[in-house]
Structures are given as structure tokens and as C-alpha cells.
């Protein structure tokens, strides 16, 4: 037999009160999470864009994978262009950032090899709506691959990066730092550009130092601005110049942050790297420009303790 139900006192009133209150807020805590993301997957996803020629590309990539460590994934040969074309295609996975790399068997149709990185989304259609409505240009619409869709957009100042959607969704691991983003933009477009790419990635700008070390960019005891933005694509490292920029500067498209700087660039060295600039000590981290076989130039730093 079982027992009369009681009324449920005060206290249990309020504790249901909130739990259900918890339940309702999860659905919409879930919606918020997703809103912030945007259309962005994950850093891991953002693949920096290498072309190099056939002859060069077994000792590029394995001289990357002697230096950061990871692996390659199988090399193919296949069209992945809008038009017809044919390219060898590999994937390299390093933990301090991805690669997406092309060895071109015929002629590179325009514009690719301008674009500097390949940005995962989880819908092609919403990303080139919220890129359009943030300012960017749709440059080349969206074209199937062997194993998805891509587009290539182009924001203010010229930067131009490839939208990419895979009808299977890759899962990668999560890497152990996350790459920058590289990117030169001059004084009359800085601004512009980083309002509409914090638009599309809702991401957020984490520094703003417009009297930075120009030492880093080659041309010691100047200052330069330095703009420093995170989102769930990953870093991005916005440089704003005069155009003055000594070589190898601006040739590079991605910096990766490594655990010690010395350790790697003779990893790097042993592997068949140049080292076209020595580590400069740049106040928060010592940097370094390696260029790799096949002439791939990497900005590589290692961040001091706070």
C-alpha cells in the first residue's frame, strides 16, 4: 500500500523551481554556444594553404613533419578545382597547426594559390550569407570537390581565404597550440577589415598595440600596430604597415607557436630548413622565419611565462 502523497514544502518548491529553470536554460544555453561559434568549426580546422612543386614535395613534407612532428595523410591525384585541372593533394597534421598542401599537375587556375588558409564551416550556404553580410566578396562560388563543397572569399585589404564544407565531417584532434593567422594589411584598410572579420568569425580582438616592436617585422627600432584576434576558426596576427616590409616578410602566411624556439629551428636545420631570420626577442616571445624546402616560409615562436 503505499504511502499519502505530501505537499511538497517551500524548500522543494524552489529546488524543483530550479531545476526546471536549468532544463529550460540548457536547449538555449546550447543555441548561445552555437551562435557564438558562427559558422566555425574549430581551430584544428583551419588549414594553412602550400603550393609546391612536384619535385620539391617529399622533402617538404617530410622535413615539416621532422620539425613539428605529426603525420601526412595519403597522397592523391584528383581534380578539386571549379574547372578542369588535376593536382596532387595532401593533408599534413602537425600538433602546432594543419597544413592543406597542392602540387599542381597542370596550370593553377585563378585566383587559387592567393588564398592563404582553408576555413572549415558547417554550412557553405550560411557561411558565404554571413561573409556577404560582414563585407566580404564571394570571389569564387561555391564548387564541388571529390568530398565536399568550397568557395573563396576576399575581405577588404585584399585577404583572401577558401570556405570548405565536407559532406563527411572530419574529426581531427585538438592541436597542442593553435596556429596565427599572418596577415598584412595596410593603415587605409586595417580597421575595416578587422570590424567585418570579427563580424563574420564573432570573434574578439585580445590585443591592439599600435606601438609594437617593428623588429618584428625586420625593421628594428621602429614601431608598427599589432592586432592580435581570437575565434573559434583560431589566431589571427593582423600587421599593419607602410608596405616598407624587408624580405622574407609578409611571404609568410602562418605563425606557429612551438614549446622551445632553439629546439625546433635545429629540428628544422636537420631537416633541411633555412633559417632566414635568427629568433628576435620580441617582448611576450622570441620569433624566428624558417623557410622549408620547396621555399615555404614559416613565421615560428615560442612565448615566454608571463
Do not use: C
Amino acid at each position: 500500500m503505499s504511502s499519502p502523497s505530501r505537499p511538497i514544502s517551500f524548500r522543494g518548491r524552489a529546488m524543483l523551481a530550479a531545476a526546471l529553470l536549468v532544463l529550460g536554460a540548457a536547449p538555449a544555453l546550447a543555441k548561445d554556444a552555437a551562435h557564438a561559434a558562427g559558422v566555425a568549426v574549430a581551430p584544428q580546422y583551419d588549414t594553412t594553404h602550400v603550393y609546391i612543386a612536384t619535385a620539391d614535395y617529399d622533402a617538404f613534407v617530410n622535413s615539416i613533419i621532422a620539425t613539428f612532428g605529426g603525420k601526412p595523410s595519403p597522397r592523391i591525384t584528383a581534380n578539386i578545382m571549379p574547372v578542369p585541372s588535376s593536382t596532387q593533394a595532401q593533408y599534413v597534421w602537425t600538433p602546432v597547426g594543419n597544413l592543406s598542401t597542392f602540387a599542381f599537375q597542370t596550370p593553377i587556375p585563378y585566383p587559387f594559390g592567393e588564398e592563404r588558409t582553408g576555413y572549415l564551416v558547417t554550412d557553405m550556404d550560411q557561411a558565404l550569407k554571413a561573409a556577404r553580410a560582414a563585407g566580404a566578396e564571394v570571389i569564387v562560388d561555391t564548387f564541388k570537390d571529390p568530398i565536399g563543397l568550397d568557395a573563396v572569399i576576399q575581405w577588404p585589404g585584399g585577404v583572401k581565404m577558401q570556405l570548405y564544407w565536407h559532406t563527411t565531417a572530419p574529426s581531427y584532434g585538438a592541436l597542442e597550440t593553435v596556429p596565427e593567422n599572418r596577415v598584412y594589411v595596410s593603415k587605409d584598410s586595417a580597421d575595416v577589415f578587422v570590424h567585418d572579420f570579427l563580424r563574420f568569425s564573432r570573434g574578439k580582438v585580445t590585443s591592439d598595440n599600435r606601438k609594437a616592436d617593428a623588429g618584428e617585422i625586420g625593421r628594428a627600432g621602429e614601431t608598427y600596430r599589432r592586432i592580435r584576434i581570437e575565434s573559434a576558426f583560431g589566431k589571427m596576427q593582423v600587421l599593419v604597415t607602410d608596405g616598407h616590409i624587408p624580405y622574407p616578410y609578409g611571404h609568410e602566411l602562418t605563425g606557429n607557436e612551438v614549446k622551445s624556439l632553439a629546439e625546433t629551428l635545429d629540428k628544422a636545420k636537420a631537416a633541411g630548413a633555412t633559417v632566414l631570420v635568427p629568433p628576435y626577442d620580441a617582448g611576450d616571445r622570441d620569433t624566428a622565419m624558417v623557410q622549408f624546402p620547396g621555399g615555404y616560409i614559416a613565421e615560428i615562436h615560442d612565448v615566454k611565462p608571463h
